[in-house]
């Protein structure tokens, strides 16, 4: 079987949340699977300079803002623009590595749910309630959830991942590695 694809992520970028929605499908087509790689924008942007594309100069902003909604609407995909935008992420990809750890197939049942929550519903992954809610919504345990987020070894993999992402030259979100080639 060919290697999997690697779609890097973070939880506040809207382009990741449109390609979630579709990479799979993709990546069946081709015989592969995708390695789910949360890492965190934030930290990047800090590392490389970068910033959120709705922070760039006011037209490229406007830019980005419309075609949000637009790559949505062409993707078929429900969208709707955070009234909080970016927020920070730390906790929901802590919550899709804790949860990643005992079941892969739960993990991207919370990741879809996730990205939908806060780009399709406005409800803000920075909250944690708003987290153990959806763990609830999808069939995990949301106190093991809410205490697995805290474990030192979570804490630790996520630093790893945006570590790795920063080494091998992603600057925004998402980032995609087919076969070593990188897409954003």
């Given at each position: 079987m060919?290697?999997?694809?690697?779609?890097?992520f973070?939880?506040?970028?809207?382009?990741?949340?449109?390609?979630?929605?579709?990479?799979?499908?993709?990546?069946?087509?081709?015989?592969?699977?995708?390695?789910f790689?949360p890492?965190?924008?934030?930290?990047?942007?800090r590392?490389?300079?970068?910033?959120p594309l709705?922070?760039?100069?006011?037209?490229k902003?406007s830019?980005?803002?419309?075609?949000?909604?637009?790559?949505?609407r062409?993707?078929?995909?429900?969208?709707?623009?955070?009234s909080?935008?970016?927020?920070?992420?730390?906790?929901a990809?802590r919550?899709?590595?804790c949860?990643?750890?005992?079941?892969?197939a739960?993990?991207v049942?919370?990741?879809h749910?996730?990205?939908?929550?806060?780009?399709a519903?406005?409800?803000?992954?920075?909250e944690?309630?708003?987290l153990?809610?959806?763990?609830t919504?999808?069939?995990?345990d949301?106190v093991?959830l809410?205490?697995?987020?805290?474990?030192p070894?979570?804490?630790?993999?996520?630093?790893?991942?945006?570590?790795?992402?920063i080494?091998?030259?992603?600057?925004?979100?998402?980032?995609?590695?087919?076969?070593?080639?990188?897409?954003w």
């Amino acid at each position: 079987m060919p290697a999997p694809i690697e779609f890097w992520f973070d939880f506040s970028s809207p382009y990741s949340y449109l390609a979630s929605e579709k990479i799979e499908e993709l990546a069946a087509r081709h015989g592969r699977r995708v390695a789910f790689k949360p890492t965190l924008l934030g930290v990047i942007f800090r590392t490389t300079g970068g910033v959120p594309l709705t922070e760039l100069v006011p037209p490229k902003a406007s830019y980005f803002a419309h075609d949000f909604e637009r790559s949505a609407r062409f993707a078929g995909v429900p969208f709707r623009h955070p009234s909080v935008f970016p927020i920070p992420t730390v906790n929901a990809s802590r919550a899709f590595l804790c949860l990643q750890e005992r079941d892969e197939a739960l993990a991207v049942r919370f990741l879809h749910a996730a990205f939908r929550a806060y780009f399709a519903q406005d409800r803000s992954l920075a909250e944690p309630e708003v987290l153990t809610a959806l763990a609830t919504e999808i069939g995990a345990d949301p106190v093991a959830l809410a205490r697995g987020m805290q474990e030192p070894a979570v804490k630790e993999q996520l630093k790893a991942l945006v570590d790795e992402s920063i080494s091998r030259g992603v600057f925004g979100a998402p980032t995609i590695f087919v076969d070593g080639e990188m897409f954003w």
